[in-house]
């Protein structure tokens, strides 16, 4: 069909044909008068005068057809009537006074390509009440889920059409047109799947962060005292699929399944206290003489004491500071005199004398209270311990004799 079907109104057309034949008698000269002068004239020689002094009045889709014989005028009066087009299911009324199906769907205002089916000959005579029923395949693009087809159909209706190709929608499921959409060639039809799924998810749960004062660390110095781990939650989700495709998801509902636990750090406050750093260190006042060997023996200490010792080492010594307070591997506080050492090869509590090898420094008498690493490892044989940084700096890593007492 060539016609929109939205933008026409039709008139269907049947016929009621009247034949009234006005015969002029011979003696009647105003029938024959008609080169005179007819203002006069009491008999009306024109078609619409002798139908109005007939007392006939025409529709607009009436047809009259005058013949002029022998003397007399004969007119034949064919009334429309009403003729039913369906197309494609919907109906158009149009009036006609006559003729053919074809003529009848012309007059509806469609042409005919060659491809419709009509319910009636197109050569078949109309009359009043006639119906006539046009059918024809229409091609529908159908997009569902992302997959696109072309399809021939015959229905007048998209829900028609998604029934007749089996397509079902979903209460969730989206299409671009309403269900009462009439059908044309070439309409687009797309549908959207929507699916909802509930989903569970282990999700981390970060750990906090604590910090925590101690005067066992100077002031500003700060250490990880505990590292934090991460906790574990399960995670309920309502998630919306669009073909296939995540587009949204809501929490619903969550529960941990593992607690964290917070991270500690240590903050020091301990303040240093002011020292005079033109330290005095104890040096020997006498020339002090190293022995020989190793092995039980006797020493003069700095006070010019003779002591005896049941094992004597020679090694590296460095130095090492604390915040006063800070404890040792014992679990005494540190002090000056408390040193560090290999507890495998000078055990805890052992009482020494320090000195260095070359006697220009004396550390004195000590007694091993801690360990280390470097000491562990046989980097040095002992570790002095000294209140400032700045001691130790001063004492730096030097060769020591250590003396084992009895």
């Known amino acids: 069909m060539s016609k929109s079907l939205k933008e026409k109104s039709f008139f269907i057309v049947a016929a009621i044909v009247a034949l009234i034949l006005f015969a002029a008698v011979a003696a009647s000269t105003t029938l024959y008068a008609a080169g005179k002068d007819n203002s006069s004239d009491t008999s009306a020689l024109y078609t619409d005068d002798i139908l109005s002094q007939a007392g006939i009045t025409l529709d607009e889709k009436d047809e009259v057809h005058r013949v002029d014989a022998d003397g007399a005028v004969s007119l034949t009066i064919i009334r429309a009537f009403d003729v039913e087009v369906v197309y494609r299911g919907e109906s158009f009324m149009v009036k006609v006074a006559g003729g053919t199906v074809s003529e009848a769907i012309n007059a509806a205002g469609f042409t005919l390509s060659g491809a419709e089916s009509v319910s009636l000959p ?102 990880i005292y505990s590292y934090g781990i991460e906790g574990e939650k399960e995670v309920t989700y309502k998630c919306k699929y669009v073909d296939g495709e995540l587009v949204d998801s809501e929490v619903v509902s969550e529960k941990i399944t593992r607690e964290p636990v917070d991270q500690i750090e240590l903050v020091g406050t301990y303040e240093e206290p002011e020292y005079d750093y033109d330290y005095d260190y104890d040096e020997p006042d006498y020339d002090f003489v190293p022995p020989t060997g190793e092995g039980a023996g006797t020493f003069i200490d700095h006070n010019g004491n003779e002591v ?53 420094i004396l550390y004195g008498y000590a007694t091993a209270v801690d360990t280390g690493g470097a000491l562990m490892s046989g980097e040095a044989l002992v570790d002095v311990f000294y209140p400032t940084y700045d001691e130790c700096v001063i004492w730096g890593r030097r060769d020591v004799t250590v003396y084992v007492l009895g």
């Open 308 to 360: 005896s010792y049941i094992n004597v080492y020679t090694g590296s010594a460095t130095a090492y500071y604390a915040a006063e307070g800070s404890h040792t591997a014992t679990g005494v506080p540190v002090y000056k005199g408390g040193v560090a050492v290999n507890p495998d090869l000078i055990p805890y509590g052992t009482k020494l004398y320090i000195v260095a090898s070359d006697g220009s």
């Open 122 to 223: 197109l050569d078949a005579e109309v009359k009043a009440g006639t119906v006539i029923e046009i059918t024809a395949d229409c091609v529908v693009v159908l997009t569902d889920s992302k997959v696109t087809t072309e399809v021939a159909t015959k229905a007048i209706t998209v829900a028609e059409f998604l029934k007749e190709s089996g397509v079902k929608l979903n209460k969730d499921d989206i299409i671009n047109v309403s269900e009462d959409t009439a059908i044309e060639d070439g309409l687009e039809i797309v549908i959207n799947r929507v699916e909802y799924k509930e989903e569970i998810k282990t999700e981390t749960v970060d750990y906090g962060f604590v910090t925590e004062e101690t005067d066992d660390m100077y002031l500003g110095v700060t250490e």
